[in-house]
């Protein structure tokens, strides 16, 4: 968990696939973001294919891109995503089971939050990091404003985050951001266009570097 852990921080960025994408088509999604400097990945439940694509991304990538799970809502579903080879889950919500079930088998799991209570609730159920959703709500201020009380929690903001405003996100504290249509945008998007958000949205986030 600590390696997952420790690649997500040195990189700043997750991208996000969610849709109805081929097989064929994340492939190359993945080989484009790695390709521009982008190592971490994560293909929603919602996602078509996503168990199948989960599995060859991690034989394809393996060692270039860290491979995870979205839309992880329940124990049995974060159990399909560790048996699809996922090496790490992100939820937009805190499930109890799920939190145990992967601190059972020594797994990242990063469930969504939105207010202080909900944060402090899952750091005390053995969370390492959360995900802050929607981010978009109230933008970059809001991740300041909870991290003045609680700033010993890595928050991933996820939701309405782009290459504009991620240097922002970064500024207020963000561990990591989630980029989903800001960077993934539908199905038809081409490669050059993907590399070239991917491209942005790195060297935004490298330029807000914490002196």
């Known amino acids: 968990m600590e390696s997952e852990l420790n690649r997500i921080g040195s990189q700043g960025i997750i991208a996000i696939i969610r849709g109805q994408y081929s097989l064929e088509q994340i492939l190359a999604i993945g080989e484009t ?22 599995g060859q991304l991690v034989r394809q990538f393996d060692g270039d891109l860290l491979i995870g799970a979205g839309t992880v809502r329940t124990a049995i579903q974060l159990k399909q995503a560790i048996d699809a080879g996922a090496q790490f889950t992100v939820a937009p919500n805190f499930d109890g089971e799920s939190v ?47 991290r003045a009380p609680l700033d010993d929690i890595r928050f991933v903001p996820t939701g309405g985050i782009s290459a504009s405003n991620i240097g922002d996100y970064r500024r207020a504290g963000a561990f990591a951001c989630g980029i989903g249509s800001a960077l993934v945008s539908a199905p038809g998007q ?5 590399a070239e958000r991917a491209r942005a949205l790195r060297q935004a986030w490298d330029m807000a570097a914490v002196r």
Do not use: R, W
């Not at 973001?33 to 989960?54: C, K, M, P, Q, R």
């Not at 990242?108 to 390492?128: D, K, N």
């Open 190 to 194: 081409s490669m050059s266009e993907l």
């Open 100 to 146: 145990a079930l992967a601190l059972e088998h020594d797994f990242l799991h990063i469930p969504g939050v939105f207010t202080a209570t909900e944060a402090e609730t899952a750091v005390q159920a053995g969370c390492s990091v959360l995900k802050l959703f929607p981010s978009a709500m109230f933008g970059p201020a809001y991740l300041k404003a909870l």
């Open 33 to 54: 973001l790695a390709g521009a400097g982008l190592a971490v990945l994560e293909v929603t439940l919602n996602t078509s294919h996503v168990f199948t694509a989960i």
